[in-house]
């Protein structure tokens, strides 16, 4: 089939339930992208959305079947001062039947029209080599991870392979709990917040924390915030803090899904004031990623001091690390330094309630 027999067609309400059908065999009946809340918070509910008729979209075939997606995640950035949105592609498919059509190619081209940045979350050196040949730039990461209870682990994935459609949940503790503590000089809070009032100390510490020298970085307020990490319909976190004297000395926001049948933390977002606080935050997020049931944690830093803490804690390297990608239409902006979490992608989406 020739990409003249496939169009690109919004994502619309009313092509819900015909992108659902695909997604659920196309991606899994388990999988996050077949669930209609991740359609809900990315779209409907997300501050810096242009909705489904702008940021999500469809290839159909002549028959109006849908056979391929791509969706569009905004987050905010930062730049000489001023705010503004960039666009995250993410979560291509294409039907294996269609893809010599040239369909992954239209909707990718459809999904980054017009817009003046794009990150590119998650890729594969197979993909990213004629990326880089159109202008896009490897930006600079650090993945690191600590298997939490590595029997159970293997166990699970035998499981996997002997029932690979079998399912089951993972989540955090009840919605209503909060665990505290002290340790090694820090005063340390497990919970959820309620309202985006209540992330507002910790958009503006994000912000603060980053060196003088973060030229194009991620940038948060509460209500992006809130929605990112904390959003009924969206991935499920905990925000792990810490603070010396009342005053915030370090965060993480740490989602908890399930990805390969193996149960998977993930530090989706994290800043501290020094290594000494990274290496007292990494070791209670170990310690609550276990005891809720997680068979492995991972962590990512895209900001150079970050990475070069990371580095040198006590977690081990991730060799499966993605490549993460971005693209400026401005030449003068390719080569600056960039700062960002893996928040500002689709880390830890695997957490969205189905």
């Known amino acids: 089939m020739s990409c003249h027999d496939i169009r690109i067609v919004a994502g619309e309400a009313k092509r819900e339930l015909d992108y659902l059908v695909f997604a659920r065999a196309s991606f899994g009946p388990q999988a996050y992208q077949a669930s209609p809340n991740y ?43 001023t705010e503004i949105a960039v666009a995250a592609p993410q979560n291509t498919m294409v039907l294996a039947e269609h893809r010599k059509s040239g369909a992954g190619g239209l ?26 040949r159109l202008g896009y730039a490897d930006l600079d990461t ?17 499981w996997k392979r002997i029932r690979p459609n079998s399912s089951t949940s993972v989540g955090w503790f009840s919605d209503d709990e909060t665990k505290r503590g002290q340790t090694k000089g820090f005063a340390w809070r497990l919970w959820q917040p309620r309202e985006a009032g209540e992330v507002a100390d910790h958009a503006a510490y994000a912000n603060q924390a980053w060196p003088d020298d973060a030229a194009f970085a991620q940038w948060w307020n509460p209500e992006v915030m809130f929605w990112r990490f904390f959003h009924p319909c969206g991935p499920a976190h905990r925000v792990l803090e810490l603070r010396q004297e009342g005053a915030i000395a ?10 390969h049948g193996l149960a998977v ?6 800043r501290v004031q020094d290594e000494q606080a990274l290496a007292v935050l990494l070791s209670l997020v170990r310690a609550a990623a276990r005891r809720a049931g997680a068979h492995l944690l991972l962590v990512m830093g ?3 001091r970050s990475n070069q803490w990371l580095e040198r804690s006590d977690l081990s390297v991730w060799s499966r690390r993605p490549i993460t990608l971005m693209h400026h239409r401005e030449r003068g902006l390719r080569g600056i330094k960039h700062s960002f979490m893996p928040s500002a992608g689709d880390y830890g989406f695997e957490a969205i309630p189905s």
């Open 107 to 132: 909707l990718s081209a459809q999904a980054i029209f017009g817009e003046k940045h794009v990150l590119v979350p998650g890729t594969h050196e197979a993909w990213a080599g004629g990326m880089r």
């Open 302 to 304: 895209g900001e150079s």
């Open 142 to 158: 650090c993945w690191r991870a600590s298997w939490l209870r590595p029997v159970a682990a293997g166990v699970q994935l035998a």
């Open 250 to 259: 370090g965060f993480a926001m740490v989602s908890l899904g399930r990805r």
């Open 265 to 270: 933390a993930r530090v989706v977002d994290w």
């Open 39 to 81: 359609l809900r918070w990315l779209y409907d509910e997300a501050p810096l959305s242009r909705g489904r008729t702008r940021d999500f979209h469809l290839a159909v075939d002549a028959g109006g079947r849908v056979v391929g997606c791509i969706h569009v995640q905004r987050m905010p950035w930062r730049w000489l001062g």
